[in-house]
């Protein structure tokens, strides 16, 4: 089953362990993460001012393209799913801004499209249970925990995806695979995002809060779905670490290179080179790898 | 401190146009604080979101515009998930940072703009960023 997928700037580029563990993990459970054929950025950003439509061209073009050869599509960076889904909610919902932006980009697109991600694929199209039935190579005595971030959860009424004060969708794949899923409260909080281009002592300080809260409930690891999480935590790890006493770092990983992990995916094919902070040694402690 | 509150600072015409530009209506703010307190970065804020919503209620626009409150704000919606008026004060700080904008007010030179960020950031924050930050 191939099942249409929207990359964005960063998973092709920066988080190209993202993806590919991704569309490995995809493969050992039967279906393929199929790259839709023509695409732009989507914006990188869902506009908070609602006059503000010339940003809506971008992501819409992006989703009359998908529509043209498929009924839905799927992304991995939570900051694609938030800037497509919130702009299908305004091709769908609003005719007046539709008419606008379909006269402006030359398309006549209708909201029809239904866009994922990975996640929801994982849960609802193929359910944690065969996700379990699946798994080679069990995560048994990692202690991970989920960090959700902004973008995934909110707004509520246009993303869906789960509780936006106390998701479970990521711990509940955790647990699937083997894990055991650590919930710090900190997981819902925003990393500072772009002010990593202007304010990095922001960024540090808000990293700092969700790696330390995490690492204080017991975690090992911290998974994630957005590249600029990723990013902003890992970029952190030094100056948090010399800031707190008894603080000596955390991996941040994508949820996929855990998940191909359980499904016996190689190692060397995750992409964990990539990340600043190696997770391959606490993996190795843990008996996940050789 | 002391504020003189006035009929012409309360229906300053660019408060009515904030309204219009953020889709937000000011006196919906009931001043519970819940975004101060749910907001990441309302410590780093000269005026924190619950005082921003009063200020633009009795008119002090102008003590609002020169905060750094709207452009510390990278508009994760927390402010807008607690509160319980459905106020969104990140679109109202977006608005405010799109009336500095719409007029070139730019708040950062791409020139100034580090050049390892630039090589090893997701492209992602970047693009943002500059969609956040300059016209």
């Known amino acids: 089953m191939k099942i249409p997928y929207y990359p964005g700037c960063t998973l092709n580029t920066v988080a190209k362990g993202f993806e590919t563990s991704a569309k490995e993990a995809a493969l050992s459970i039967g279906f393929e993460l199929a790259e839709m054929p023509a695409w732009n950025c989507c914006g990188a950003t869902f506009p908070l001012t609602p006059d503000n439509l010339i940003a809506l061209s971008a992501p819409a073009k992006v989703l009359s393209s998908a529509r043209k050869t498929g009924e839905s599509l799927t992304t991995l960076c939570s900051v694609c799913y938030n800037v ?50 699946a798994v080679k190579q069990p995560l048994t005595g990692l202690k991970a925990a989920a960090y959700y971030g902004c973008m995934l959860l909110r707004p509520f009424e246009d993303m869906g995806i789960d509780d936006a004060e106390d998701p479970v969708v990521m711990e509940n794949l955790l647990a699937a695979l083997g894990a055991e899923a650590i919930k710090s409260p900190n997981r819902i909080e925003c990393c500072g995002a772009h002010l990593a281009m202007t304010n990095e002592d922001i960024v ?50 994508y949820f996929t290179q855990m998940l191909g992990l359980a499904l016996g995916q190689d190692v060397d094919t995750l992409g964990f080179d990539k990340n600043i902070w190696d997770a391959r040694p606490l993996l190795r402690k843990k008996g996940i790898i050789k | 401190m002391k504020i003189k509150l006035t009929k012409g600072a309360i229906e300053n015409p660019l408060i009515r146009q904030l309204e219009r530009v953020s889709g937000e209506e000011l006196k919906r703010c009931y001043q519970c604080g819940k975004c101060s307190a749910g907001c990441p970065v309302t410590f780093a804020m000269e005026i ?46 977006e608005g405010l940072r799109q009336l500095h904008l719409r007029k070139g007010e730019d708040r950062e030179q791409i020139k100034d703009v580090p050049f390892p960020f630039l090589k090893n950031a997701p492209q992602q924050a970047i693009v943002c960023g500059f969609r956040k930050f300059v016209s």
């Open chain 2, 48 to 93: 924190p979101p619950s005082q921003i919503m009063r200020f633009l209620q009795i008119g002090m626009m102008d003590d609002v515009m020169k905060a750094n409150s709207m452009w510390v704000c990278v508009g994760c919606l927390q402010c807008y998930a607690r509160c319980p008026q459905s106020v969104s004060v990140a679109n109202v700080l």
């Open chain 1, 84 to 133: 497509l889904k919130r702009t299908n909610s305004v091709m769908k919902n609003d005719r007046e801004k539709r008419a606008v932006i379909n006269g402006f980009i030359e398309t006549d697109y209708d909201g029809s499209l239904n866009v994922t991600h990975f996640l929801e694929i994982l849960r609802d199209n193929i359910g944690f249970d065969k996700v379990k039935a």
């Open chain 1, 204 to 253: 540090v300080k808000l990293s700092g809060t969700i790696m330390t809260s995490a690492v204080r409930n017991g975690a090992e690891l911290i998974v994630t779905t957005c590249p600029l999480c990723q990013y902003n935590l890992e970029k952190s790890q030094s100056r948090v670490a010399s800031d707190t006493p008894g603080y000596a770092g955390i991996p941040i990983v």
